[in-house]
């Protein structure tokens, strides 16, 4: 036996160390390996290539309002009303997904403040079900919107959505007609609504309330369209420019009012609140 292999048959008997296996994570952006806690402390941004990651409904609340805010309780809907199965049946894709979040669908709304400034703030989380819009989204859609009413203040959305839920059909389409009239009547009550475009905002999320706003804003980097890239260039037989779809590309084409970065997100917004709200928003 050479020195080689005892030295190594020895090691094997030294006990081993617990090193958890959550430590690192990848940059989708830049491939790079980073440290959790430095990715968390940077807001889910790459502090190496300023890719803004995605990030879940809970986090997004905690990042813009102020302490205290409160989750409304949403309207409940008739789940999977077209008893819906492809692979697998709907009311299972719902399981699982509830499994891996604390929310029961893919929008929540708070009521409170941003740096002091009443809002009422509904999240479109994307790690559920692609943030995909059925009848439990729009419902919470415009619940919030009727909180914004009844307190008299600004109503902030944060999108981020693969487009309508095919589980649901045609209830799922009609949810684009019923948040439009909502955002209308934020309108006509001159009450703000400020729309906060995150990574990825597209299909029938775009073709409705997520482009209604008064004021867009989205995160760089952000995909942000209606039909996918490869559908457009195979209609239109043409190659698309590089960053098509993209925050920045929109926000040079007048689609977007501005490119914010996430740490500066919250000033923004309250800055914003402070012009727009109204006085006796409470």
Request: charged fraction near 20%; hydrophobic fraction near 40%; include cysteine.
């Amino acid at each position: 036996m050479s020195w080689l292999s005892r030295v190594r048959n020895s090691l094997s008997f030294l006990p081993k160390r617990d090193t958890p296996e959550n430590l690192w994570v990848k940059c989708p952006g830049c491939n790079e390996m980073l440290f959790v806690k430095e990715y968390e402390a940077n807001l889910y941004v790459c502090p190496r290539c300023g890719h803004h990651g995605r990030i879940g409904a809970d986090i997004r609340l905690s990042q813009l309002m102020d302490e205290g805010y409160e989750l409304l309780d949403l309207p409940k809907v008739r789940e999977d009303p077209l008893k819906f199965r492809d692979t697998k049946k709907y009311t299972d894709r719902l399981k699982q997904a509830r499994a891996k979040s604390p929310h029961p669908d893919a929008f929540i709304v708070a009521s409170g403040s941003i740096d002091g400034n009443a809002a009422v703030v509904g999240v479109q989380d994307f790690m559920f079900m692609g943030g995909s819009m059925g009848m439990a989204v729009g419902n919470a859609f415009c619940a919030g919107a009727q909180r914004a009413l009844d307190r008299r203040c600004a109503y902030v959305v944060v999108t981020a959505a693969g487009g309508a839920r095919m589980q649901e059909g045609i209830l799922s389409l009609m949810q684009m007609p019923r948040a439009t009239v909502m955002t209308r009547r934020l309108r006509e009550a001159g009450l703000p609504y400020i729309v906060v475009l995150a990574d990825p905002t597209t299909g029938g999320v775009t073709a409705s309330y997520a482009m209604l706003g008064d004021v867009h804003i989205a995160e760089p980097g952000a995909l942000i369209g209606f039909a996918g890239q490869r559908v457009i260039q195979e209609t239109i037989r043409a190659q698309l420019p590089p960053g098509f779809q993209r925050a920045e590309y929109l926000h040079e084409h007048g689609m977007v009012d501005m490119v914010v970065k996430r740490a500066d997100l919250r000033g923004t917004l309250a800055n914003l609140l402070d012009y727009l709200n109204p006085a006796v928003a409470a």
